[in-house]
């Protein structure tokens, strides 16, 4: 069973930079899209990017345009959110999620369009 796995969360100041990283042991990378998800205590999980199979894709919600990167390096089957600018209100647990399907990618962002996810990193950005 396809498992993502994050890593690159942490305590950051508000203003800084993180960048996470999703990979899927035992699978090639290529062949799925990639979701990033949040989840901050209390609120729903939203979509916060994701991109295609085929790279031709990448969405990002609009709280998060312009501060934040969706990229993949399939030679290091890893796929990366680059988040800058980072507020107080970027705080949560983030998901990568993977699905085989380079449709899986929409503005939307849908949860419903990924099966696989990962356990999740905590970001915390605070002073």
């Known amino acids: 069973q396809l498992q993502p796995v994050e890593s690159g969360g942490g305590l950051v100041q508000p203003g800084g930079s993180l960048r996470l990283s999703c990979s899927v042991p035992?699978?090639?990378?290529?062949?799925?899209?990639i979701g990033w998800f949040r989840q901050a205590p209390g609120k729903e999980r939203e979509g916060v990017s994701c991109?295609?199979?085929?790279?031709?894709?990448?969405h990002y919600a609009d709280s998060v345009k312009g501060r934040f990167t969706i990229s993949r390096d399939n030679a290091k089957n890893t796929v990366y959110l680059q988040m800058n600018s980072l507020k107080p209100e970027d705080a949560a647990i983030y998901y990568c999620?993977?699905?085989?399907?380079?449709?899986?990618?929409?503005?939307?962002?849908?949860?419903?369009?990924?099966?696989?996810w990962g356990q999740g990193t905590q970001v915390t950005v605070s002073s």
């Open positions: 991109i295609s199979s085929s790279s031709s894709r990448k």
């Open positions: 035992g699978s090639t990378l290529a062949y799925y899209s």
């Open positions: 999620a993977a699905e085989a399907s380079d449709y899986s990618c929409s503005d939307y962002i849908l949860i419903a369009a990924f099966n696989s």
